[in-house]
């Protein structure tokens, strides 16, 4: 069964780190796009990163913060967040899409057909 199993969320101090993962299952993913999305309360679910290979975007709103990072061998992406925001505070889902990341069409959640549950994320001032 295919599967998306996020971690890594937490509560954190603004200015501070943490790292995501998300391990799939059911797949080899290493010719899917895999990418972070996130949504805060009351607020439409919106694109953080993505990547395939070693090609990866970015949200103007995370970029020279966060990195998105994968292991295929693993069956796992990562996102590191560092200089957290309160801003930063959502539900973080990674996604999945059985093709190649495209820089008109990687932020849409419609192109992706696997999702995890999500992992919370809370930053606070």
């Known amino acids: 069964q295919d599967q998306l199993v996020e971690s890594g969320g937490g509560s954190v101090q603004a200015g501070g780190s943490l790292k995501l993962s998300c391990a799939a299952s059911g797949y080899t993913y290493n010719r899917f796009c895999l990418a972070w999305f996130r949504q805060a309360p009351g607020k439409e679910r919106e694109a953080v990163a993505a990547i395939f290979t070693s090609n990866a975007y970015y949200s103007d709103s995370v970029k020279g913060r966060f990195s998105i990072s994968r292991d295929n061998a693993k069956n796992t992406v990562y996102l590191q967040m560092n200089s957290l925001m309160p801003e930063d505070t959502a539900m973080y889902y990674c996604?999945?899409?059985?093709?190649?990341?495209?820089?008109?069409?990687?932020?849409?959640?419609?192109?992706?057909?696997?999702w995890g549950q999500g992992t919370q994320v809370t930053v606070s001032s």
């Open positions: 996604a999945a899409a059985e093709k190649w990341c495209y820089p008109y069409s990687w932020s849409s959640s419609s192109d992706y057909t696997y």
